[in-house]
């Protein structure tokens, strides 16, 4: 299957800071990316989409000034995570589709960020 | 109600087992369903993709849609405990952009 990679595999940083999140379609172009997060023993939940070269779209009760999403070209995704809190420590999961025509979606390895 | 029902387990088996894993949903406009395969503190891995209902098998996997029920289901092989892992059904309505709605997660232990 398609590998998507994401960097850090881990972080931790103290409350008030920023950190950011990269994830990286490897061998394939992806159009559109998408970001989750999970928290222990709990199923992934999405956070937003992001497409190519324009703005992400944001799911319910996720703050898009907190969480900043750039999809700069058809390999490469960020988040930041401004202002970090200890309540946003968590799982942070990036996937990938591969281009328009495809239907699968790969994840990345995933990036624990933990805030102290 | 939510729009996909997993039950979270944890399901232990012995090395060998035929294990059954399923999922219910409530959106009939679902039209796209996957099994992935998520080890600890890792990334989510697909492992399989169909297409409206019918089976569907790659080696010891075999997925099944029963869109009349709204019932989905994951059989595994000849356990192994490589296998130990959760698993999450997902589901989308239609191709595209639309995102992925995910079940919960099965937590499999295979036992040698």
């Known amino acids: 299957g398609a590998v998507v990679s994401q960097h850090p595999s881990r972080v931790i940083c103290k409350s008030g800071t920023s950190v950011k999140i990269e994830c990286r379609s490897l061998?394939?172009?992806?159009?559109?990316m998408f970001w989750y997060r999970q928290f222990p023993k709990q199923s992934l939940m999405l956070m937003a989409t992001s497409n190519e070269g324009s703005k992400a779209t944001y799911e319910q009760g996720v703050e898009k000034d907190k969480f900043l999403i750039n999809h700069a070209s058809l390999t490469l995704s960020t988040l930041t995570v401004t202002s970090a809190h200890p309540e946003d420590s968590s799982f942070y999961i990036c996937?990938?589709?591969?281009?328009?025509?495809?239907?699968?979606?790969?994840f990345g390895p995933g990036t624990r960020l933990t805030v102290t | 109600q939510k729009e996909v029902e997993q039950d979270p387990g944890p399901l232990s088996v012995p090395e060998g087992a035929i294990v059954s894993l399923n999922c219910t949903y409530s959106?009939?406009?679902?039209?796209?369903f996957m099994w992935y395969r998520q080890y600890s503190r890792k990334g989510p891995e697909l492992l399989m993709y169909t297409y409206s209902s019918g089976n569907k098998e790659d080696g010891r996997f075999t997925a099944q849609v029963d869109k009349s029920s709204k019932y989905i289901s994951l059989f595994i092989r000849d356990s192994q405990p490589s296998d130990s892992a959760t698993y999450l059904c997902?589901?989308?309505?239609?191709?595209?952009?639309?995102?992925?709605?995910f079940g919960k997660g099965t937590r499999l232990s295979v036992i040698a």
């Open positions: 061998d394939f172009q992806a159009t559109t």
């Open positions: 996937s990938a589709k591969l281009g328009l025509a495809g239907d699968e979606q790969y």
């Open positions: 997902a589901m989308r309505r239609n191709s595209g952009n639309t995102p992925l709605v």
């Open positions: 959106n009939s406009a679902f039209q796209y």
